[in-house]
Every structure is written in structure tokens, then in C-alpha cells.
């Protein structure tokens, strides 16, 4: 009886993290999504707890960009769209890291042609955080993530797809 | 233990080399090496893993041990003097490296210990990838 007390009682702080959220100006399809994960991951529950006692904008900013990785990687999946991962070798390290950085680079270009991260954020739903994480870092891109840009940006599926897409 | 690198720890291993956290030779001498001793037969019987500074178990939001989850921890790391550390869930005598990052402050660690937990849970539901192992 006090265990599903205490649950009830962390799913209506969720839900109430929620309003806040949408209240923030975040995407509802982004909100959804986080409260779906929240109700089947302790973690996913923690971090919308985190954006809630968030110290600051970044750190707020940086939760969102978190959930959206999670969202993004747990929809992957989901959905088989997990291809045969390669097994790295440690010396390969370098060179993937810089196809990586390459490949962004050249579609960020194409984002900046058309009306920049805020605008992108805007067609996909996806938190400006976390395409501002995507396009600075040289973490593998999810293939969700590419074809809601590619939508996005008018793109082909087959124009965005890279060697080491997850 | 087995010592398996998952799709988690090469994507945060590949943005600490590109933000010039981790340099090769940091990896090669301190870090790898280390991580490594998790491959003996009874690792934490080393006497390194009862140093609360270099090993510790993993803490979610409110201070309570997460279940499988740990940490490894190097201090003062590289010119920047980060302080880095290695999220690893152990799971069935094997140990999934998870995340690698710096812990810039309390907040960003509770950050990475609610992923961690997320990356427990999908490693127990076999929903996870590998990218290689040590």
C-alpha cells in the first residue's frame, strides 16, 4: 500500500512537470514522449525530476537535450531500426570522429541556409538544446534524428544517411 | 570480468576526445589501463577499488545506491584538471562500460547517474549495443 502511494505520488509530480514543461514552450510531441519514458524508466523519471530543479538555463537546457537523446534512442529501437553495428577498433577512433564532425558540418551548412537551429527546432519538434547538442558534438547520429531533419530540411532520406548512422 | 564497451561509452568517449578532454596518451596511460583491471578474475578484491576516490557505487537523485550501477573516478585529469569519470553497470559478471564524462558539478553528475539507470534497465532487457570490448 505505501509503495503504490509513493507511486502515485511520483507520477503526479511527473504529469505536474509536465505543465511546466509545456508551459516552458516545449513541444508537446517532446513532452509526450518524455512522460512515456518516465512511466517505463526509473531514469527518464529522474532526469524530468532534474528539469524541474533545474539551477539554471543551461542545466534546464541540458536536461532537455538528454531526454530528446533518450527519446530518439529508445524509438530506434523500438521501431528495429537497429542496423549490425561494427565493432570498433580504438585506433579507428580518430578517423570516425572526424567523418563525424565532417558530415554535420556540411549539414549544418544546409541548416543555417534555411533559417537556422531555432527554425529546425521549430519543423521537428526537437528541443533547440538538443540540436544544438547534436551539431556540436561527434557522438553517432540516430537515424530518427536524421530522417526528422531530413524532413525537415526537404532532403532525401538517402542524402542524409552516413557510414556510421545508429 | 568480461569488459564491454557499449554504443554509449564510444559515443561519449568520441565527444570527450573532439572537446579535448581526453587526450590519447591520458587514455593509454591512466585511463585504459585502470579500466583494464576490471578484466581480473576477482577485480575488486584490488586494493584501487577500495579507494572511494578511484571506484564507488553509483548514486541516483537522492543518494541512494542504484542498484549494479558504478563509478570510476580519475581526478585532475589532463591540462584542464577535469574531473573525469567512467559510468559502468555490472551485470551477470560483466562489466558495460556505459558513459565516460566530467563531472563539472553535482547537477551534472545526478544527470548522468538518471542515464545510467536507463542504460541498467535496457542492458537487463538485452536492448543494448556493443562496440567492441577490452
Redesign the interface.
Known sequence: MKNSKKKAKELVRIFEIAVAMRAARLSPEFVVKSVRLALD????R??M??WAQ??SAQ?CE??EA?LQD?IDAHHS?SNLQ?GK??????DD??L??KD??GFKRHLRRIVDQQGGISALAHKTGIPQPSLSRFFN????PRRVTLYKIARALGLRDDEIITNWV? | MRVLITEWALDSYLDLRHRNILSTSDFKRKVRPDVELLKLEMPLSHPKFSNPKFWGPAKDLNNRVISKGFKMKWHNMGSGKFQLRLAIAVIKNSAFLCQGYVKQSEFVDRREMAKLRIRIQDIEQGDFELRGSL
Do not use: H, N, T, W
Request: no cysteine.
Open positions: 524508466y526509473d531514469g527518464a529522474e532526469l525530476l532534474l533545474a539551477p542545466d541540458d536536461v538528454d533518450e529501437r537497429r553495428r561494427k565493432v570498433v577498433r580504438f577512433v580518430e570516425i570522429a563525424i564532425e558534438s561527434v557522438s553517432v545508429a
